[in-house]
C-alpha cells in the first residue's frame, strides 16, 4: 500500500501538470481534455516522486564514474519546488557528504538563493551527472549519457515552474545546444513545459567576480517572473 506522502505527490505532479496544460480546477477546456487523455503518449508526464528514483539508481554503475566516488549525489530540497536548481557535476565536498554544492561554489549558490529571498529548503539542487569525475574535470558524453534519463525523471517529479541551469554543461543539456553560456545566460527557454533560465556556475564567478553583476541581472529577471 502506498504512503500517503506518495500519493499526495502523485497527486500535487498530477495538478501541476494540468494547470500546465491549461486546465482551471475542473473547468478544462476541449484542448486540455485532448491532451489528457493521451497521458500514455506524453513523455513529460511522470508520477515517480523522487524516493523511487533514488530507489531505482541504486548503487549506479552505470558508468565509469561509479569506481572512484564515495558517495552519490542524488539531490535535496523542496520535493514540489517552484525553482530548481541544476548544476554541472559533485566536487570533492559534495562526494564526500553526498549532497549537492555543499562546498565553496554551493556556499555561494546559498547566498544568491538568499538574495531572492528564498531558502535551499524552498528550492530543489541537483546535477547533471550524479558522481564526482576525477579531479572534478567535465562531464563526458557517456557519463551524461547514462546519468541524464534519471535528472530528467527528477525533474518531472518535481515538475517546477522554473529551472535555473547552472553553467555551460548545464544549460547544454537541458537544451540540446552547443551555444556557450555567455550567449545563452539571461534567456529564458522552454524544457518540457518548464521555463529555463542559464547563468553562470557559482565555480566560475569564484574565479571570475567581475561576472557576479550578470547573474544578479539573471536572477531579478528570474525571480519578476516567478512573480509573474
Not at 574535470?137 to 541524464?148: G, Y
Not at 521555463?195 to 571570475?208: D, F, I, K, N
Request: net charge neutral; hydrophobic share 35%.
Amino acid at each position: 500500500m502506498e504512503d500517503i506522502d506518495d500519493v499526495l505527490n502523485k497527486v500535487s505532479s498530477t495538478l501541476k501538470f494540468m494547470a500546465k496544460a491549461g486546465c482551471a480546477g475542473f473547468d478544462c477546456s476541449e484542448k486540455t481534455i485532448g491532451v489528457v487523455e493521451k497521458l500514455d503518449k506524453i513523455t513529460s508526464f511522470s508520477l515517480d516522486n523522487l524516493d523511487s528514483i533514488r530507489s531505482e539508481l541504486g548503487e549506479c554503475k552505470r558508468c565509469k564514474l561509479s569506481g572512484g566516488r564515495t558517495n552519490i549525489v542524488f539531490g535535496t530540497g523542496n520535493p514540489n519546488a517552484r525553482l530548481a536548481f541544476v548544476g554541472e557535476g559533485p566536487g570533492y565536498d559534495e562526494d564526500v557528504k553526498g549532497e549537492p554544492f555543499v562546498g565553496r561554489a554551493g556556499q555561494l549558490l546559498t547566498k544568491i538563493i538568499e538574495a531572492i529571498n528564498l531558502t535551499r529548503d524552498e528550492v530543489y539542487i541537483c546535477n547533471i551527472i550524479k558522481c564526482r569525475p576525477p579531479s572534478n574535470r567535465n562531464p563526458e558524453p557517456d557519463e551524461i549519457k547514462a546519468c541524464f534519463p534519471f535528472l530528467k525523471r527528477q525533474l518531472d517529479a518535481i515538475a517546477p515552474d522554473f529551472i535555473c541551469a547552472l553553467g555551460t554543461f548545464a544549460a547544454q543539456t537541458l537544451l540540446d545546444t552547443n551555444e556557450p553560456i555567455s550567449k545563452l545566460r539571461g534567456r529564458l527557454f522552454d524544457y518540457r513545459g518548464m521555463q529555463v533560465m542559464p547563468t553562470y556556475h557559482p565555480a566560475y564567478l569564484l574565479r571570475s567576480p567581475e561576472k557576479k553583476r550578470d547573474v544578479w541581472e539573471d536572477m531579478k529577471k528570474l525571480i519578476g517572473m516567478m512573480k509573474g
